[in-house]
């Protein structure tokens, strides 16, 4: 770690007190994530940390989301993980065409802490570092207008900045159809910058071969150019708990 970086980590320690909450069982790489989502600036990293530290205290009081909570979301086997990329990152597909707009929004909410909960502890090899990332696919092959749901990719992306900051290593979106591209669009007002700048539209050969070739061909289903089986995520079984995150 570099000299400011140790400098704006003690800073954000401070601040975090000053806030009356602690970061004593969080390490560096943990709050390192948190200063990178605000810029380095430690008053506003302490602040984000602690907004999270309450909401995971307050939604998910037992440290992870039990699959008996969702059983809706699950049902629909619309979610799948898939391994490690090359570059040691889990590999997170959702398949659109599967998904319907739920009645439930609490329900997909709590389904979207338990995805990127599972998904994150299946990076972890012996104890968590703090730093791990993922990978997502977003797969829009076969969807139709009974598919397109704004408010649940609005629900996961706000997600995914407020709560998981520096979580999203890139994401992959493919196949994306003419009628879409108005959504993706709205979808996308929601967005900061550093989370766009992570996001792949894949469009043609070459990037689509970029794309296996960043996964690698031994995580990737076939379907995609890869040699793997697809995995639904409840499929997973994880030798340890999900992260506090």
Request: proline share 4%; charged share 25%; with cysteine.
């Amino acid at each position: 770690m570099e000299k400011h970086q140790e400098t704006a980590v003690s800073q954000m320690r401070k601040s975090v007190e000053k806030l009356g909450s602690s970061t004593q069982n969080y390490g560096a790489p943990t709050l390192l994530r948190f200063l990178i989502a605000r810029r380095m600036d430690p008053e506003k990293a302490a602040k984000m940390f602690v907004q999270w530290q309450n909401w995971r205290a307050e939604f998910v009081p037992l440290g992870f989301i039990p699959e008996s909570e969702i059983p809706d979301e699950l049902n629909a086997r619309k979610i799948y993980l898939q391994g490690l990329s090359k570059d040691g990152h889990p590999v997170l597909i959702i398949k659109a065409s599967k998904h319907l707009p739920s009645k439930d929004h609490l329900q997909l909410k709590r389904f979207v802490v338990h995805l990127l909960d599972k998904t994150i502890a299946s990076s972890i090899r012996g104890r968590e570092i703090g730093n791990e990332k993922l990978i997502g696919i977003l797969d829009l092959q076969q969807i139709t207008v009974k598919n397109i749901d704004a408010r649940a990719l609005i629900t996961g992306f706000q997600f995914l900045q407020s709560y998981y900051p520096e979580r999203l290593a890139k994401l992959f979106l493919l196949s994306m159809p003419w009628f879409f591209v108005s959504i993706w669009r709205m979808v996308s007002c929601f967005l900061e910058k550093a989370t766009l700048e992570k996001i792949v539209i894949v469009t043609n050969e070459k990037e689509r071969k970029a794309f296996i070739m960043e996964i690698g061909e031994d995580t990737l289903p076939e379907e995609y150019g890869g040699k793997a089986k697809l995995v639904a995520l409840q499929d997973v079984k994880l030798s340890h708990s999900p992260s506090q995150n």
